[in-house]
């Protein structure tokens, strides 16, 4: 076994004694939503994290893809919710799926 092998051994042990026994993408999508939850906080929208983090522990999603899906669904309804008094969100706003929108994904994702 390899340095980044073991490595990878103690952080998934470390995310399953912290969260529980989980699928591998699913505490990683968890340890990504706790880094994006400390600049949420920042900005006063912690509340969409928690929702994404109850719901990966239900569905448990074995991809990083399905992960990803529902940590996007939940972030995109929260922008939802902020633009709601102004009619909801602009008409050129980046589908969800697209590298533009994605959270965890590579992108350009502005973190509400």
């Not at 993408?25 to 600049?39: F, K, N, Q, S, V």
């Not at 719901?55 to 633009?83: C, F, G, M, Q």
Request: net charge negative; aromatic share 6%.
């Amino acid at each position: 076994m390899s340095v980044a092998e073991a490595d990878d051994v103690i952080e998934i042990t470390d995310l399953r004694i912290e969260h529980g026994d989980y699928p591998e993408a699913t505490l990683r999508a968890i340890e990504d939503l706790e880094r994006l939850a400390i600049r949420a906080h920042i900005y006063g929208a912690k509340d969409w994290g928690d929702a994404a983090r109850e719901a990966l522990k239900s569905k448990r999603p074995t991809s990083a893809e399905e992960a990803e899906r529902i940590i996007d669904e939940h972030h995109r309804n929260h922008v939802a919710s902020l633009y709601a008094p102004f009619g909801g969100l602009p008409d050129d706003f980046p589908p969800m799926g697209s590298k533009q929108w994605s959270v965890c994904g590579k992108s350009n994702a502005v973190i509400s």
